[in-house]
């Protein structure tokens, strides 16, 4: 499997992408010439067998992870970097709705999803990268009323309209992202009765 966090800091300091999902055929940046087997080309990490007798999994938690590898394995590489964020969540959903969710979390997660939208090896681990990357944020602003990215008002509420209208990701994450649409738009309208625009006369 891909260990995308290895390669977070190296996008720490790099302006946010933008959140809509990559198609099979676009590339990760209008000006970036490389080929997908170039962007692809990055350090892999064989996942160590899930023991039995490791954090308390059973047998049977071992065996449904490893038949989600193999019928989602985007979504799984996704379910794992959550994991390795909190072991006590197998899954980004079980992560990003927990009750207990810290800030910290929330930006650790949206930096390893920023990081696996990059350079994903695949288009489908890139999209689902993106899609994580927008419920990182959603979640921010959900929860805890807070922007964590530096994107624009107009890109956040693009790609939460995304994950909001994906019927093929988890409907909890859909509805963060639904919560997050309508917790923008209110700091967007308090900006605005606090900071208005000057108008020529």
């Known amino acids: 499997m891909k260990n995308y966090k290895h390669l ?9 992408d933008d959140l809509a999902p990559l198609s099979p055929h676009e590339d990760l940046d209008p000006g970036d010439t490389r080929s997908d087997d170039e962007i692809a080309d990055v350090e892999t990490e064989v996942a160590a067998p899930v023991s039995n007798h490791a954090g ?17 394995p985007s979504m799984t590489a996704a379910d794992w970097l959550a994991r390795d964020i909190n072991p006590s969540h197998s899954t980004v959903v079980g992560l990003l709705t927990d009750p207990r969710l810290t800030l910290t979390q929330v930006r650790q997660a949206k930096t390893v999803f920023k990081t696996m939208r990059i350079v994903g090896e ?26 964590v990215s530096t994107q624009s008002d107009a890109a956040l509420l693009r790609g939460f309209q995304g994950l909001l209208d994906d019927r093929s990701m988890p409907m909890p994450l859909r509805d963060i992202a639904g919560t997050a649409l309508v917790v923008l738009r209110e700091l967007v309208l308090m900006d605005a009765e606090h900071h208005p625009r000057s108008r020529s006369a």
């Open 122 to 147: 695949t288009s489908a681990d890139r999209r689902i990268g993106a899609r994580m990357y927008a419920a990182a944020i959603a979640a921010a602003l959900a929860r805890f009323r807070v922007r």
């Open 8 to 16: 977070s800091h190296v996008f720490e300091l790099m302006p946010d």
């Open 56 to 72: 308390g999994e059973t047998m049977e938690d071992a065996l449904r992870w490893a038949l989600d590898s193999i019928s989602q």
